[in-house]
């Protein structure tokens, strides 16, 4: 069984940067090696939007709406990865979910996510 | 980047009905398309995968079909835990991989 769990702040102020991280339970056959990991978030109210994933090596690709302030980073020591977004407005308020992709294989869908962190951007 | 149209916005469908949702996507995306349910506070969770494969656990009135640009999410004999909101994905092309807005099917 896989688990992942959200974790960081619940209130950031605008022109900040809000980092989260997402730590991964699994059996050892399961670990995070070998996987791609991903961010998602949804605003309140409204649809799901991919943020970027991370391989486990390292790689990583962002959805280009977002490239300019996103960073993704992984530690496969401690078994979790991380997402920062700088410079946050408003419009960067939502639940933030982390979640697995495919076993060497970018082209796979979400299969575990964690059960999500709201972050607030507010003053 | 490959745009989702989900339709219909909201399905209302009584219990032990069946509901049909649709997906297309902007261009062509193979099978390479994943269905989720999110029910109210809860993450989404995997239903299918490459157009018509259920993940694991997920009952067998569930099924999916399509593929290139138009996809079908069936639901069979719908149960009360059914009524959620769902979501198309591609993972066909990136970046970046694109969600539906979403059908929320409720109860008539």
């Known amino acids: 069984q896989v688990q992942l769990q959200e974790s960081g702040p619940g209130l950031v102020k605008p022109s900040e940067t809000v980092s989260l991280t997402c730590t991964v339970s699994a059996d050892h056959d399961d670990s995070i090696t070998n996987y791609y990991w991903s961010w998602i978030r949804q605003p309140p109210g409204r649809g799901l939007e991919w943020i970027g994933f991370v391989f486990y090596k390292g790689s990583t690709i962002y959805n280009p709406s977002l490239e300019s302030r996103v960073t993704m980073s992984i530690d496969t020591s401690k078994s979790h990865f991380s997402l920062r977004l700088n410079s946050v407005t408003a419009a960067d308020t939502a639940v933030y979910y982390c979640?697995?992709?495919?076993?060497?294989?970018?082209?796979?869908?979400?299969?575990?996510w964690g059960q999500g962190i709201l972050v607030t951007v507010s003053s | 980047e490959i745009v989702m149209t989900q339709s219909p916005a909201t399905l209302s469908v009584s219990p032990g009905e069946r509901a049909t949702l649709s997906c297309r996507a902007s261009q062509s995306i193979s099978s390479n398309l994943a269905w989720y349910q999110q029910s109210p506070g809860q993450a989404p969770r995997l239903l299918i995968y490459g157009a018509s494969t259920r993940a694991a656990s997920v009952p067998a009135r569930f099924s999916g079909g399509g593929s290139g640009t138009d996809f079908t999410l069936t639901i069979n004999s719908l149960q009360s835990e059914d009524f959620a909101v769902y979501y198309c994905q591609q993972y066909n092309d990136w970046p970046p991989w694109t969600f539906g807005q979403g059908t929320r099917v409720e109860i008539k």
């Open positions: 979640a697995r992709g495919g076993y060497l294989d970018w082209r796979s869908p979400l299969s575990y």
